[in-house]
């Protein structure tokens, strides 16, 4: 039961061979046994699981289940959920029970999913190991002494290990990719605007964009038939005509053009990594697709222009926690002032804080210009450079990540080196394009992540092309070896 598709959940369901307690059930065991070893999840609540998972055996009941319903699903603790501790991995919200939950959640609630838990991330969602989280390290299941990517480690590690069938996650520069890639799932980050912000906590919000994180393309389409659509409460939120992501995943790719960026395989990339990469690339010829070069010749400037805009951005959204509406407050101060600059100094953590200062100083007077319009300037010119490239092909392929899961420890001090696990990852955030990691091999027993980046809303055609490569391999099926 444990290692099938959503789709293979769902008729189990519906043909009553499981009932959505039991299912539920199944997991929580697991979740109460395993998790202690990964970390995966930041809280776990029985009674609300199981009360979702009896409304959903009675929607099945009643013949009013959808292609979802009594599914358990793990949340990344970045989604407020009413009545659930929402943490966003940081001290300052280790008190916060939602009042209210995000649209991500409501629909998910509306569609009978059972939320499992919530699953551990870097504080705020800034990093990209977890190793920033209040809650301490999530270990990677194919090998515990290594990261699983971040920032949504724990929703990749609890599928991984088989403590979900699937989970949410966000990406601001790369936060569902390489995480998914790191511990072998397939993560879609979709074009900015198709999944609802509202009761996303925010870090950077011209950059945050929620998706799924699930074992296969098909997963991921289903899931994301739930998350996406129009909100008017998140004003960034796209008013298009709803659409079944799943209805293209069997198109032949016989034609397809696939655009390969040399900014992406030349250095900078494990060559091991690469192996992988090319190899599956190889795949796709076979399957019929061409592959051309192409260039984003301002690739290399994507990282130091994410690195002004995220934490400008994410100063300003971070100045909300003050400890005085919600959240943590310093236990001793001596006036108001002292309050909030006790509270702030005590509820964030060190990357937090690092980047509220850079943000603070690009937006500051006598600098704007200097950094903050300037990278600005660069964003534009990184979305033009895939306007070029997307006029000659239809997709592009290159790595998720420059390397396999790190290990634990071996970037936590050196910022700049954990900020390059992003390179080729970051400049999709910026354009706002949809990208996606599918598992394309292993090296030293470590997944390798295929990334595919396409045009504006080409989630459905990205999920195509990711499902023909699963159909034909099976590195989306493995799992690490002792999770019984
Ligand atoms: N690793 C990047 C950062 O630290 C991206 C994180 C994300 O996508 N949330 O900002």
Not at 268 to 297: F, N
Not at 386 to 392: P, S, T, Y
Request: charged share 20%; net charge negative.
């Amino acid at each position: 039961m444990i290692t099938r598709s959503l789709s293979a959940l769902a008729r189990a369901l519906a043909a009553r061979e499981i009932s959505s307690v039991e299912l539920t059930r199944l997991y929580l065991e697991r979740i109460a046994r395993l998790n202690p070893k990964f970390n995966a999840y930041i809280s776990v609540d029985e009674e609300k699981s199981l009360a979702q998972a009896r409304a959903a055996d009675d929607m099945l009941a009643a013949g009013q289940a959808g292609p979802l319903t009594g599914i358990p699903l793990a949340q990344k603790d970045i989604f407020c959920a009413r009545g659930w501790l929402t943490t966003c991995g940081s001290k300052m919200l280790s008190n916060f029970v939602s009042p209210y939950d995000a649209t991500v959640i409501e629909r998910f609630n509306a569609a009978g999913t059972v939320i499992l838990g919530k699953t551990n991330m870097d504080e705020f969602a800034m990093g990209s190991s977890n190793e920033t989280s209040h809650f301490g390290a999530v270990r990677n299941p194919w090998n515990t002494e290594c990261v699983p990517g971040g920032s949504s480690g724990g929703s990749a590690a609890a599928v991984a290990a088989l403590l979900a069938p699937a989970a949410t996650g966000t990406d601001t520069g790369g936060s569902i990719r390489q995480p998914a890639a790191m511990c072998g799932l397939t993560g879609l980050k979709p074009t900015y605007g198709v999944v609802s912000r509202y009761g996303m906590i925010a870090f950077a919000s011209s950059l945050d964009q929620g998706g799924p994180m699930a074992r296969s393309a098909e997963d991921c389409a289903l899931l994301l038939n739930t998350m996406a659509g129009f909100d008017e409460r998140d004003s960034t939120s796209l008013d298009r005509p709803k659409e079944d992501y799943t209805r293209d995943v069997e198109k032949p790719l016989a034609g397809l053009k696939i655009g390969l960026p040399k900014e992406f395989f030349g250095e900078g990339c494990d060559p091991d990594v690469m192996k992988r990469i090319e190899e599956a690339i190889a795949e796709y010829r076979k399957l019929g697709a061409e592959t051309i070069e192409v260039s984003l010749p301002n690739m290399k400037l994507a990282v130091p222009a994410y690195y002004v805009i995220a934490p400008a951005e994410a100063s300003s959204n971070l100045s909300r926690f003050d400890g005085v509406r919600y959240g943590y407050r310093a236990p001793e101060y001596a006036d108001l002032n002292d309050m909030y600059s006790k509270t702030r100094a005590q509820g964030f953590g060190e990357e937090v804080k690092r980047r509220i200062l850079i943000g603070t100083y690009v937006l500051s007077h006598g600098y704007y210009d200097a950094y903050y319009l300037q990278a600005q300037r660069i964003r534009r010119l990184i979305a033009n450079d895939f306007v070029e490239a997307f006029k000659q092909c239809d997709v592009i392929m290159g790595p998720t990540s420059p390397t396999t899961a790190f290990r634990i420890g071996e970037k936590a001090s050196d910022p700049v080196q954990m900020y390059l696990s992003d390179i080729y990852t970051i400049a999709v955030n910026l354009a706002g394009l949809p990208g996606m990691a599918v598992p394309a091999g292993f090296v030293g027993g470590l997944p390798v992540g295929l990334q595919l980046i396409g045009n504006y809303f080409s989630e459905a055609r990205l999920l195509n092309v990711a499902h023909r490569y699963q159909q034909v391999t099976d590195w989306h099926l493995q799992h690490p070896a002792g999770l019984d």
